[in-house]
């Protein structure tokens, strides 16, 4: 059984930065690429950026292009989430999901691993 644990999150003011971490308990059981989804409340989980297993292919939101940067060391079964010029409509639970197979979907519906997330609150 393969766990998706996600750390980083946390308090910052607007225009600042965190590092969020998303760690695999397990091998998954392939080549598999991971994603960033976020959940503010009373709103949709929405896609925030995806990698796949090469690292050379990435995906990003509108809303997060240019801000934000996904990458991932393999040897540690790890993919991050490089957060830069933060803004308050950032805030929400950040979550890490896995497919099973190298690809990216952005409804989501294709993960088949999600963590537990992390907060991540930007004051204004």
């Known amino acids: 059984q393969v766990q998706l644990v996600e750390s980083g999150g946390g308090l910052v003011q607007a225009g600042g930065s965190l590092r969020l971490s998303c760690a695999a308990s397990a091998r998954t059981l392939g080549n598999d690429a991971r994603a960033w989804f976020r959940q503010a409340p009373g709103k949709e989980r929405e896609f925030v950026a995806a990698i796949r297993w090469s690292g050379r292919s990435t995906d990003y939101a509108n809303s997060v292009k240019g801000r934000f940067t996904i990458s991932r060391d393999n040897a540690k079964n790890t993919v991050y989430l490089q957060m830069n010029s933060l803004r308050p409509e950032d805030t929400a639970v950040y979550f890490c999901?896995?497919?099973?197979?190298?690809?990216?979907?952005?409804?989501?519906?294709?993960?088949?691993?999600w963590g537990q997330g992390t907060q991540v609150t930007v004051s204004s």
């Open positions: 999901a896995a497919p099973t197979g190298d690809i990216i979907d952005r409804t989501g519906k294709l993960y088949d691993y």
